[in-house]
């Protein structure tokens, strides 16, 4: 007998769509001889790098989103191996964000090829919620050649875990507390939305694998994982989720970071500096875009034995590409002069609100303009050592021609002193 559920308080209805192996079905949707192979979407096989997604076929040898590209190629050797293609990804992405958002109260995107949709109204409007979620099946296919999964559920962890039960091109629902109970209540506690590697190895550790085992320990879970995270999956055990679908906003952002991984590790610490101008220049876009600035510059370097530093700097709201990058030169400055697999640079403490003391140059705007004159010319002086062409890459927003760019400067990079001097 399983325990009793406890009746969530606010009746919601609320559908997960997610999309069936979305980049590489963009791809094979976009190249027909694809269909039925193993495609893998990320790095090359000799390339650092892990793997993106993949299609359905590569998943059948043990690969999976995440994994090294290096294990990829080991256990599908003749695998179909591509970078992905983030700027058609979005493109695909917005039409099938306004075909869901045109069902729903309230739509909440987590991710390019995922959401959640508040129907609790407008399911009386469409005919039903069951009626929704086959006009989205429809014209998501249709309208992108494309397929989803979608499930229906009382709360947004019962319908995402309905829309994976029949994945793929799958549709389930769970309707209430008590049929998420008797669906998952002998499951691995892996099942639980929150639930971790880390978590998990601490509950199995304790004797808890299952959901039943978490319902009968549920007064043991504060003190194995504290207060707020054992009450949290002591209710999730029982289904209840009282989160609302709640639509994201720029301003909620809290962050906002550009990173890259070499292919080689590199000492020169001249070529990294030049890196940080292109993420930082990269980064100032972002923020443009969200109406943002930050009032924290962050560095992460990672070195080449996996040691991660991070440095940040505080102080004015900053937004100008080139105020982030010399805030972050300086902070590169500071670190340990050795090879470097990883360099990013961030901003934090993000807002709408621009804080700064007032001078004659910034009412007049000749910070603005000394800025642009400034990484226009390093910009170009960029051009000329590396004999790279700049303008395409930091046109392109997904930010893949960059990318290729930062990897061509490397090849081109021959340091006569450990720190590039």
Known sequence: MTQAAVKTPIQRTVIHVDMDAFYAAVEIRDNPALKGRPLIIGALPDERG?????????????????MNIKEAYRRCPRGIFMHPNREKYRRASARLHAIWSSYADAAEYVALDEGYLDVTRSARRFGGARRIARLIKERTRAETGLTCSVGIGYSKTSAKLASEEKKPDGYFEILTPQDFIDLIVDRDITVLYGVGARTAEKLYHAGIHTVRDVQNNRERLAALLGDKIGR?????????????????????????????????????????RDVLLLLSFDLGGRLRALGLNGRTVTLKATYWNMKTVTRSRSGESVDHPYEIYQAASGLLAGIEKSAVRLIGVGL????????????????????????????????????????????PALRDET?????HVIDLMQTRVFPTTPNGA
């Open 399 to 403: 930010g893949e021609l960059l990318y």
């Open 348 to 391: 934090q403490n993000l807002s709408e609100t621009y804080v700064r003391q007032l001078t004659f140059d910034t009412l007049g705007g000749e910070r603005e303009r000394r800025h642009a004159e400034r990484l226009r010319a390093r910009l170009l002086d960029l051009q000329r050592r590396y004999r790279v062409n700049l303008r």
């Open 50 to 66: 892990v793997v993106a997604t993949c299609s359905y076929e590569a998943r059948r040898f043990g690969v999976r989103s995440a």
């Open 232 to 272: 949290h999956l002591a209710e999730l055990s029982l289904g209840i989720d009282d989160r609302p679908v709640t639509p994201a906003d720029a301003a909620d952002a809290k962050s906002v970071s550009r990173e890259v991984t070499f292919q080689k590790d590199t000492s020169h610490f001249g070529y990294l």
